[in-house]
């Protein structure tokens, strides 16, 4: 596959340093990741290695693309025989659950639409998804409570049918049908059936600032739009094991443990793990399984250096990633100094595949995304939708004439979203940076993430790169707190390093500390010491949590006249 990729779905060049220059795709109008891909490469190549996983219990497994052929074929036999047709939505949420790849595979088989999410979901959360998306089948995993919200939930007439994973291991659940014995006693026989690239292939429920989760589309063409992430960002190599720290309900999942990597070839590692993140664990996973390519969020770097890579063999490591927060310097050196390896960031959206990042070959500037994706129309612009020179912080827009594959075709039953979205030829971000003058883009914030202070626009991240300099902060996130002068003021909610303590003292050496390293009116006048950042399973940091905590206490001091 990867001997002629090139031939059968790109088109690029490289100027004379090597450096990727321009790049395009090309795909036939029935194209679909569960046979092009998956079952091309099982046909050619059957023992190729597909997925290694693990978990914590002491189970592991490993899958060659043959394997998953066979069970895909399997798994959309085992749906069409409980009412599954071409176009029906199924909620998959099955955390790390080795089941999920093969049942990815066997929905896109079928033409069924496929919605991954969180086993963090509730009963609330649950109910909406079914009734928003009128969900016809939910595919679960054993491995978490969120099966009982399932049982908790009402009024969700759509649902139809549940299965639930690993009865074997976790015993069975009234209500749900066996997901593995059912897989097991089908056929492996499957005709294929026939989808065209415009068809609805996924679709992820997205949170933002405000409402209820918006739910953006994704057509069969998406997979192509994501050799790009797979082959110039995350640099994966046939033989090579990847490891995105990534949990199946989320965008990210998509983009490094699936479609572009097993286009290119790769192998994929997956650990299921209960409890805390522990990033002596994942050092060890790294040395056990030989990871050759490594992404996740640089709070887990920092957590990575700050445990110790002393006594750790990270050899095999060949290219290291991160996205989603802000990096500091001294992370970035540290890690460089431990591993020899750059960590190259990048940017994109549960909307797209990757828009902006330090591609292979390219000399990242640390907290910098990079430069704009030769896969797209890139630019920064001001509110007149005009390009804005360096220096001028824009939102983050990518052209959409003709639609590229790997940008959304918009959201799900909401034409005023998706209109307020797409429009004027561009799919606007809602993210917003600046270039500098050698063409790098740095990240400022959401449109609401901004903040605003007696008519100053400060980045949060900006605010955050600055903490994490001192020597007294191992964690912190830079949020905006109401206030009835300024309209907003910076807060900082910080964890400390061990061996320190919280005090006014400290406060005061902290924000004398972000006056003296940037611009003294974006200083944190409120600082919390907290003992720990709220963050999801994939160990991102929730500032909205810490937002709406602020809020909620605002609007309670002022007697909730908000």
């Known amino acids: ?245 990534a949990e199946t309900g989320w965008a990210k999942n998509a983009w490094g443990k699936l479609y572009g990597q097993w286009i290119m070839e790769a192998g994929l590692f997956v650990h299921e793990y209960d409890g805390r993140f522990e990033p002596e664990t994942v050092l060890d996973l790294i040395e056990k399984y030989r990871i050759t390519t490594f992404c996740c969020p640089p709070t887990m770097f920092r957590m990575y250096c700050n445990a110790g890579l002393e006594g750790h063999d990270l050899s095999s490591l060949t290219h290291t990633n991160i996205a989603g927060e802000a990096l500091n310097s001294d992370t970035f050196n540290r890690w460089y100094e431990a591993t020899g390896l750059k960590l190259m960031e990048g940017f994109g959206q549960s909307e797209s595949t990757v828009i902006v990042g330090n591609l292979r070959g390219m000399e990242p500037k640390p907290g910098s995304m990079g430069k704009p994706s030769p896969q797209y129309k890139v630019d920064i612009v001001d509110a007149n939708g005009k390009s804005c020179p360096p220096g001028t912080v824009g939102e983050i827009v990518v052209g959409i004439e003709p639609h590229p594959a790997g940008i959304f075709i918009g959201y799900y039953r909401d034409r005023i979203k998706t209109r307020e979205t797409l429009f004027g030829g561009f799919h606007h971000t809602g993210d917003l940076a600046w270039k500098d003058e050698d063409g790098y883009y740095w990240y400022v914030g959401r449109n609401d993430d901004v903040i605003k202070s007696s008519g100053y626009r400060i980045s949060p991240f900006e605010i955050e790169s600055v903490l994490l300099q001192h020597p007294c902060c191992l964690e912190c996130a830079v949020t905006a707190v109401p206030d009835e002068v300024r309209g907003q003021i910076v807060k900082a909610s910080i964890v400390l390093r061990d061996g320190y303590e919280s005090s006014e003292e400290l406060k005061k050496e902290l924000q004398n500390f972000v006056k003296h390293e940037t611009a003294p009116y974006k200083y944190p006048r409120a600082i919390d010491f907290v003992k720990e950042l709220p963050k999801s399973v994939s160990g991102k940091i929730k500032r909205v949590d810490i937002r709406n905590k602020d809020k909620a206490e605002f609007a309670e001091k002022r007697g909730d006249r908000l």
């Open 1 to 245: 596959m990867t001997r002629d990729i090139n031939l059968r779905y790109v088109d690029e060049t490289y100027d004379s340093n090597g450096l990727l220059k321009t790049y395009s795709v090309h795909y036939p109008d029935n194209f679909n990741f569960g046979y092009d891909i998956v079952d091309d490469i099982a046909m050619n190549d059957p023992d190729r290695r597909a997925l290694q996983w693990c978990d914590d219990k002491g189970h592991e497994k490993m899958f060659t693309f043959g394997d998953i052929k066979r069970l895909s074929d399997k798994t959309a036999n085992y749906l069409t025989k409980n009412g599954v047709k071409k176009g029906d939505m199924v909620l998959v949420i099955l955390k790390h659950n080795y089941q999920f790849w093969y049942v990815s595979v066997a929905l896109h088989k079928m033409g069924a639409v496929m919605i991954p999410a969180t086993y963090m979901l509730t009963k609330h959360d649950i109910e909406y998804r079914i009734n928003s998306a009128s969900v016809k089948a939910a595919i679960v995993t054993s491995d978490a409570p969120v099966y009982k919200e399932f049982l908790r939930a009402e009024n969700i007439p759509t649902l139809k049918f549940k299965a639930i994973t690993n009865v074997e291991w976790n015993g069975p659940v009234e209500g749900f049908d066996d997901f593995d014995k059912g897989v097991e006693e089908a056929s492996e026989e499957w005709k294929r059936v026939p989808t065209h690239v415009k068809d609805m292939m996924l679709i992820y429920f997205t949170s933002g600032t405000s409402g209820n989760p918006k739910m953006a589309v994704h057509d069969f063409s998406y997979p192509i739009g994501h050799i790009l992430t797979a082959k110039h960002w995350h640099c994966v190599v046939p033989d090579g094991l990847h490891w995105a720290v």
